[in-house]
Protein backbone atom coordinates (compact mmCIF):
# COMPACT_ATOMS: atom_id res chain seq x y z
CA UNK A 1 0.00 0.00 0.00
CA UNK A 2 1.48 3.44 -0.75
CA UNK A 3 -0.07 6.64 0.69
CA UNK A 4 0.58 10.09 -1.09
CA UNK A 5 0.05 14.02 -0.19
CA UNK A 6 0.10 16.88 -2.39
CA UNK A 7 0.61 20.23 -0.78
CA UNK A 8 1.61 23.23 -2.43
CA UNK A 9 -1.48 24.65 -4.00
CA UNK A 10 -3.23 27.93 -4.39
CA UNK A 11 -3.61 30.98 -5.84
CA UNK A 12 -1.24 32.60 -8.83
CA UNK A 13 -1.35 35.41 -10.95
CA UNK A 14 -0.28 34.43 -14.75
CA UNK A 15 2.86 34.66 -15.09
CA UNK A 16 3.83 33.16 -11.92
CA UNK A 17 4.80 29.93 -10.31
CA UNK A 18 4.13 27.18 -7.64
CA UNK A 19 6.11 24.38 -6.26
CA UNK A 20 3.74 20.99 -6.17
CA UNK A 21 5.42 18.83 -3.82
CA UNK A 22 3.93 14.62 -3.42
CA UNK A 23 4.67 12.92 -0.05
CA UNK A 24 4.86 9.43 -0.39
CA UNK A 25 4.87 6.67 1.94
CA UNK A 26 4.75 2.75 2.11
CA UNK A 27 6.05 -0.19 1.05
CA UNK A 28 8.80 0.30 -1.65
CA UNK A 29 7.96 3.19 -2.76
CA UNK A 30 10.99 4.12 -3.95
CA UNK A 31 10.31 1.71 -6.64
CA UNK A 32 7.28 2.92 -7.81
CA UNK A 33 7.12 5.35 -11.09
CA UNK A 34 5.38 8.55 -10.41
CA UNK A 35 3.28 11.04 -12.22
CA UNK A 36 1.07 13.86 -12.01
CA UNK A 37 -1.72 14.73 -13.59
CA UNK A 38 -4.63 17.57 -13.60
CA UNK A 39 -8.51 17.94 -13.89
CA UNK A 40 -10.09 20.95 -14.76
CA UNK A 41 -13.75 21.37 -14.23
CA UNK A 42 -15.60 19.89 -16.83
CA UNK A 43 -12.96 17.71 -18.17
CA UNK A 44 -11.46 14.97 -18.02
CA UNK A 45 -8.15 13.84 -15.78
CA UNK A 46 -5.10 14.32 -18.06
CA UNK A 47 -1.34 13.33 -17.75
CA UNK A 48 0.99 16.26 -17.02
CA UNK A 49 4.52 14.73 -16.03
CA UNK A 50 6.15 11.39 -14.95
CA UNK A 51 9.58 10.69 -13.60
CA UNK A 52 10.84 7.31 -13.30
CA UNK A 53 12.48 5.63 -9.61
CA UNK A 54 15.83 6.73 -10.02
CA UNK A 55 14.71 10.63 -10.86
CA UNK A 56 16.90 10.05 -14.23
CA UNK A 57 13.82 10.24 -17.03
CA UNK A 58 11.02 12.69 -17.21
CA UNK A 59 8.61 13.19 -19.68
CA UNK A 60 6.05 15.81 -20.02
CA UNK A 61 2.41 16.81 -21.96
CA UNK A 62 3.81 19.13 -24.38
CA UNK A 63 1.50 22.24 -22.81
CA UNK A 64 4.07 22.21 -20.29
CA UNK A 65 6.67 21.67 -21.38
CA UNK A 66 9.95 24.33 -21.21
CA UNK A 67 7.41 25.55 -18.21
CA UNK A 68 6.92 22.65 -15.65
CA UNK A 69 9.34 20.41 -14.34
CA UNK A 70 9.33 17.19 -12.47
CA UNK A 71 11.63 16.00 -9.75
CA UNK A 72 11.68 13.51 -6.63
CA UNK A 73 14.18 13.09 -3.88
CA UNK A 74 14.24 9.18 -3.13
CA UNK A 75 15.84 9.90 0.51
CA UNK A 76 12.57 11.46 1.09
CA UNK A 77 9.96 10.06 -0.86
CA UNK A 78 8.94 13.33 -2.17
CA UNK A 79 8.16 13.90 -5.63
CA UNK A 80 7.97 17.69 -6.76
CA UNK A 81 6.47 19.86 -9.97
CA UNK A 82 7.88 23.08 -10.46
CA UNK A 83 5.79 24.72 -11.78
CA UNK A 84 6.73 28.17 -14.30
CA UNK A 85 5.13 30.86 -16.62
CA UNK A 86 1.86 29.59 -15.20
CA UNK A 87 -1.14 29.66 -17.70
CA UNK A 88 -4.85 30.15 -17.05
CA UNK A 89 -5.25 26.83 -18.96
CA UNK A 90 -3.15 25.17 -16.27
CA UNK A 91 -6.07 26.17 -13.44
CA UNK A 92 -7.11 22.75 -12.11
CA UNK A 93 -6.81 20.25 -9.19
CA UNK A 94 -3.30 18.32 -9.59
CA UNK A 95 -2.90 14.62 -8.43
CA UNK A 96 0.11 13.00 -7.70
CA UNK A 97 -0.45 9.03 -8.74
CA UNK A 98 2.25 5.84 -8.16
CA UNK A 99 2.94 3.41 -10.87
CA UNK A 100 4.20 0.09 -9.97
CA UNK A 101 5.05 -0.87 -13.62
CA UNK A 102 7.77 0.03 -15.77
CA UNK A 103 9.10 3.15 -17.14
CA UNK A 104 7.62 4.33 -20.29
CA UNK A 105 7.50 7.99 -19.92
CA UNK A 106 4.08 9.42 -20.51
CA UNK A 107 1.29 8.06 -17.74
CA UNK A 108 -2.02 6.64 -18.54
CA UNK A 109 -4.52 7.77 -15.47
CA UNK A 110 -6.02 4.21 -15.91
CA UNK A 111 -3.30 2.59 -15.42
CA UNK A 112 -2.00 4.04 -11.77
CA UNK A 113 -1.97 1.68 -8.95
CA UNK A 114 -2.42 4.74 -6.15
CA UNK A 115 -3.40 8.58 -6.43
CA UNK A 116 -3.40 11.01 -3.48
CA UNK A 117 -6.38 13.32 -2.71
CA UNK A 118 -5.11 16.43 -5.25
CA UNK A 119 -4.13 20.54 -4.49
CA UNK A 120 -6.26 22.89 -6.09
CA UNK A 121 -4.11 25.42 -8.37
CA UNK A 122 -5.67 28.49 -9.26
CA UNK A 123 -4.05 30.96 -12.18
CA UNK A 124 -5.72 34.44 -12.38
CA UNK A 125 -5.54 35.93 -15.43
Known amino acids: QVHLVETGGGLVQAGGSLKLSCAAS????????MGWFRQAPGKEREFVASVDNGGVNTHYVDAVKGRFMVSRVTATSTVYLQMNNLKADDTAVYYC??????????????????WGRGTLVTVSS
Open 26 to 33: GRQVSHYV
Open 97 to 114: AADRSYWRGPLNPRGMDY
